[in-house]
């Protein structure tokens, strides 16, 4: 059975920092892609980043310079360090992982909230 677990999530002011890992069971080679997704309350789910095996990245427009995705192949670990927060980045983080035959995985999720 494959599993993905967050950890990482909390309370956070604005401008601050939290970093959210996600820790699969298995090799994380067994995902192509691996991924970090948020849902705000009342708002659909949506991508945040997400790396391929090969290391590449991409980002959505509304993290790109703040968020960093990475991932350490020894751990099974991908991680996703969140800078200069906002209130608007307060969701649920989920993540997601899709294997090699295409099928996608996904974590409980961890809540992320920016308040003062």
């Known amino acids: 059975q494959v599993q993905l677990v967050e950890s990482g999530g909390g309370l956070v002011q604005p401008g601050g920092s939290l970093r959210l890992s996600c820790a699969a069971s298995?090799?994380?080679?067994?995902?192509?892609?691996m991924g970090w997704y948020r849902q705000a309350p009342g708002k659909q789910r949506e991508r945040v980043a997400h790396?391929?095996?090969?290391?590449?990245?991409n980002y959505a427009d509304s993290v790109k310079g703040r968020f960093t995705i990475s991932r350490d192949n020894a751990k099974n670990t991908v991680y996703l360090q969140m800078d200069s927060l906002k209130p608007e980045d307060t969701a649920v983080y989920y993540c997601?992982?899709?294997?090699?035959?295409?099928?996608?995985?996904w974590g409980q999720g961890t809540q992320v909230t920016v308040s003062s």
């Open positions: 790396i391929t095996s090969g290391g590449v990245t």
């Open positions: 997601k992982g899709v294997s090699l035959l295409n099928r996608d995985y």
């Open positions: 298995g090799s994380i080679f067994q995902f192509y892609l």
